[in-house]
Nanobody, 120 residues
Framework: QVQLVESGGGLVQAGGSLRLSCAAS????????MGWYRQAPGKQRELVAS????????NYADSVKGRFTISRDNGRNTVYLQMNSLKSEDTAVYYC?????????????WGQGTQVTVSS
């Protein structure tokens, strides 16, 4: 099993910054692409950013390009999301996601989510 624990959410004024972290723990052979998703009230969960295992390829939603940066530390099995120039529309619960290979095979895992609230 793999556990993903997010941290770093909170309340921030528009234009401010936050840094989210997501640490993977448990018994696994490898962690593949890691990503951040978000879900605002009444809306579907959407991909915010993802990063491949090597960190060589990143992908961003158009709405966050130029403002958010995803990175990872494979030695710590941790993925980060640096969020700058935050807007009220960034308010949502942010979830970490990854695919991992364990002794039972390959599965996708989700964290419990961390709330980000941007006040205007």
């Amino acid at each position: 099993q793999v556990q993903l624990v997010e941290s770093g959410g909170g309340l921030v004024q528009a234009g401010g910054s936050l840094r989210l972290s997501c640490a993977a723990s448990g018994s696994f052979f490898s962690i593949n692409t890691m990503g951040w998703y978000r879900q605002a009230p009444g809306k579907q969960r959407e991909l915010v950013a993802s990063i491949t295992r090597s960190g060589g390829i990143t992908n961003y939603a158009d709405s966050v390009k130029g403002r958010f940066t995803i990175s990872r530390d494979n030695g710590r099995n941790t993925v980060y999301l640096q969020m700058n120039s935050l807007k009220s529309e960034d308010t949502a619960v942010y979830y970490c996601n990854t695919g991992a290979t364990t002794k039972t095979g390959f599965m996708y895992y989700w964290g419990q989510g961390t709330q980000v609230t941007v006040s205007s």
